[in-house]
């Protein structure tokens, strides 16, 4: 049996984030998506990544999953056999964010999580010009299954991240950097920034693709991990 494989979903997002890499990466490997819902800082998710996770694995991320990856190669780079990031940021959250993200908490606060997702959200998950209505309604309803405290524990966990630039320079491991074309999110100037730390990485960009080619380009984005998986 190959080498475990770890993934971490993005915000809100849950195991149908990686439906069809799961069922066919795994029929040759444990396949194991996390949940990523129970704390407020990077560090803390990490550390319970890591204890409920094989001895040594695989990992990839996409989105906020993306940056866990990279908080969890910091705690234990012994561990990680293979780095995927995707559709990610290794920077430290930037000050206008932040302040967006209080608008946010605060309509949580008042009952209006969804409408966050619904209004501000979603609509940039997908490719400007290709609409997924089929892909947002899974997203709105990944949210409602997670709930409120989740949103919160998330988003805190994402305003208060350290940058991983860092890290990302001491990574020897075969390494996957992967994006949508048109990611409105994590736009290709974080990938190219990864990749200039991690030289030796793969790059692949997914077309047709915004901020979820999972979901958007379930097959093409699974080729390009089942490689990263035997190279």
């Known amino acids: 049996m190959n080498e475990p494989l770890v993934l971490l979903p ?3 997002c849950d195991h149908r984030l990686f439906e069809h890499q799961v069922a066919s990466l795994g029929e040759d490997r444990e396949v194991i998506v996390m949940n990523i819902e129970g704390h407020d800082s990077m ?15 695989a990992l990839g991320g ?7 990856a990279m908080e969890v190669f910091h705690q234990a780079p012994e561990r990680i056999t293979r780095l995927a990031l995707m559709d990610t940021n290794p920077r430290a959250e930037l000050e206008e964010v932040k ?3 209080k608008a946010h908490l605060a309509r949580t606060a008042n009952g209006e999580m969804l409408d966050v997702m619904q209004e501000v959200m979603i609509p940039k998950y997908v490719h400007r010009d290709i609409p997924r209505p089929d892909i947002e ?7 409602a299954n997670l709930g409120d405290t989740c949103f919160v ?11 991983q630039q860092d ?6 491991v075969p390494t996957l950097i992967l994006m949508g074309e048109d990611d409105q999110l994590c736009p290709r100037d974080r990938h190219d920034t990864m990749k200039s730390l ?7 960009i997914i077309p047709f693709a915004g901020h979820l080619p999972t979901l958007e380009k379930p097959e093409a984005t699974t080729r390009v991990l089942h490689a990263w998986l035997n190279a």
């Open 10 to 12: 993005g915000m809100m």
């Open 43 to 57: 560090s803390a998710l990490a550390a319970e990544v890591l204890e409920n996770a094989p001895e040594k694995f």
């Open 62 to 68: 996409l989105s906020m999953g993306g940056i866990l």
């Open 99 to 101: 302040e967006g993200r």
């Open 137 to 143: 309604k899974l997203c709105l309803e990944m949210a």
């Open 153 to 163: 524990n998330q988003s805190l966990a994402l305003r208060d991240r350290p940058d």
């Open 167 to 172: 890290t990302l320079r001491t990574v020897t």
């Open 198 to 204: 991690i030289p030796h990485a793969d790059f692949i």
